[in-house]
T-cell receptor
Framework: AQTVTQSQPEMSVQEAETVTLSCTYDTSESNYYLFWYKQPPSRQMILVIRQEAYKQQNATENRFSVNFQKAAKSFSLKISDSQLGDTAMYFCAFMKQALSGTYKYIFGTGTRLKVLA | NAGVTQTPKFQVLKTGQSMTLQCAQDMNHNSMYWYRQDPGMGLRLIYYSASEGTTDKGEVPNGYNVSRLNKREFSLRLESAAPSQTSVYFC????WGSGAKNIQYFGAGTRLSVL
């Protein structure tokens, strides 16, 4: 069974500094997608970044980038120049194909990030 | 852009009461999902629907039923609510298939308390 592990329940970072959130996953599939979602206090789930497993190049979105290590099954999120608005719960998610042909997400338990002024 | 709309936002039930959580999306997505979020456990899939007319069980389906009313709407029903169903519930939708980005879009959530 696929699992997603986020080993850091809580982290903090000073404003303008860089922080890395860890995520590991377990799968026997070769083609899949990985995601990071952000959940601020408003509860809304917001997509941060997406990575396709068949792509070697790490995805980047402005201040957010990933370090995707397929062989090690690791998918960490780096936030550069941290801002107060980055304070949120961050979830790593693995997407697998379901029997019905659609796709299902498996989520990690989340990392609560606090950016300090 | 409404995206995924869930109602209600908050609900308090007594044990044994029933209720239906409503979800609608206006993005013409094929697939829709219901999750529950509990502290320290991330989001867990309750039920999903690959397309109109089909539904499948997820990781934690016991105590719930769903209906894919049409392509836009996917409802979650609690027939006899229990305190263990106190949680935050999220509906999501996505497009899948060749060329799709397979991104799930989420509603704002429903906070449910069962006393």
């Amino acid at each position: 069974a696929q699992t997603v592990t986020q080993s850091q329940p809580e982290m903090s970072v000073q404003e303008a500094e860089t922080v890395t959130l860890s995520c590991t996953y377990d799968t026997s599939e070769s083609n899949y997608y990985l995601f990071w979602y952000k959940q601020p206090p408003s509860r809304q789930m917001i997509l941060v970044i997406r990575q396709e497993a068949y792509k070697q190049q790490n995805a980047t979105e402005n201040r957010f980038s990933v370090n995707f290590q397929k062989a090690a099954k690791s998918f960490s999120l780096k936030i550069s120049d941290s801002q107060l608005g980055d304070t949120a719960m961050y979830f790593c998610a693995f997407m697998k194909q379901a029997l019905s042909g659609t796709y299902k997400y498996i989520f990690g338990t989340g990392t609560r990030l606090k950016v300090l002024a | 852009n409404a995206g995924v709309t869930q109602t209600p936002k908050f609900q308090v039930l007594k044990t044994g009461q029933s209720m239906t959580l409503q979800c609608a999306q206006d993005m013409n997505h094929n697939s829709m999902y219901w999750y529950r979020q509990d502290p320290g456990m991330g989001l867990r899939l309750i039920y999903y629907s690959a397309s109109e007319g089909t539904t499948d069980k997820g990781e934690v389906p016991n105590g719930y039923n769903v209906s894919r009313l049409n392509k836009r709407e996917f409802s979650l029903r609690l027939e006899s609510a229990a305190p263990s169903q106190t949680s935050v519930y999220f509906c999501a939708s996505s497009e899948w298939g060749s060329g799709a980005k397979n991104i799930q879009y989420f509603g704002a959530g429903t906070r449910l308390s069962v006393l």
